[in-house]
């Protein structure tokens, strides 16, 4: 009996791998924690207040969207390994479809994206980021679902360049994306402008909705339908190249 959808054994055993590799839990879990403490918890300004909580809170979503968007991208993105090592032919003669083993890769992807949260989530509470309970989970529920748009983007790379060019390529753009959308530094005026085209400003943005109300540091106004639009337009283009060019590469085989 073929399988088309999640296969539930291949999920918890893609999980078990990922969680072993040191290597991944230090890049994707351990950095953003790194970060927030390093800019958020540690600052002169941590406690004064932004929208309905204070700094060190807001620096923390910002580390929560770039940590689930590392984990579910480069998650998504191992499946280049697999096809160099022949992982996917093998697969092929098992009862696993390749629409369920994309399925399932989506679902490893995003089940990593949430140990980033959790862990933020632990140091924050820990060190002072403040806000109110309604507000933390909005805050890193919104982040978690935005990362599914770049689990996409992983896997559009891992299916076009070799293994170790797709992790090294994926990691400079995630971080210049991070920067271009408003994630690590607050951006205004023309910027800012410029930022609401780049495909983190949606997440980052929405994420920090339920915190700032759209209202920036600085006092600028961003609507709600600006970060919508968006996510779906990146979300539609990052979708169809992930179907495109994993079809392709699949056929290549």
């Known amino acids: 009996m073929t399988t088309t959808f999640i296969s539930p054994t291949y999920l918890v055993t893609d999980v078990r791998r990922v969680l072993r590799n040191r290597r991944a839990m230090i ?11 390093v800019f958020g918890a540690t600052q002169g300004d941590r406690n004064d207040s932004v929208g309905h909580g204070n700094v060190a809170f807001y620096v923390l979503v910002g580390m929560a969207v770039y940590g689930a968007i590392l984990a579910a991208a480069t998650n998504a993105a191992s ?49 002072g980021a403040t806000a109110s309970a309604s507000v933390w989970v909005g805050c890193l529920a ?4 935005g990362s599914s748009v770049f689990a996409a983007l992983g896997l559009t790379i ?36 410029v930022s609401e085209f780049t495909p983190m400003f949606g997440v980052a943005t929405l994420a920090r909705y339920p915190l700032t109300d759209g209202v920036t540091v600085y ?29 392709r590469s699949t056929a290549r085989q």
């Open 219 to 247: 006092g600028e106004t961003v609507p709600l339908s600006v970060c919508v639009l968006n996510i779906a337009v990146w979300g539609t283009i990052f979708a169809a190249a992930a179907g495109f060019f994993y079809s």
């Open 79 to 127: 499946v280049s390994f697999e096809q160099q090592n022949g992982w996917t032919r093998t697969l092929r003669m098992t009862p696993l479809r390749p629409r369920g083993y994309v399925a399932t890769k989506v679902v490893v992807a995003m089940t990593m994206a949430a140990l980033p949260l959790a862990v933020l989530a632990v140091v924050g509470a820990l060190t």
């Open 142 to 145: 919104l982040s978690w679902i």
């Open 27 to 37: 890049f994707t879990v351990v950095v953003p924690a790194m970060l927030y403490l």
């Open 158 to 193: 891992g299916s076009v360049l070799r293994s170790d060019g797709a992790m090294q390529a994926l990691g400079g753009v995630l971080a210049l994306l991070a920067f271009a959308g408003n994630v690590f530094v607050p951006l205004k005026g023309t910027m800012l402008t």
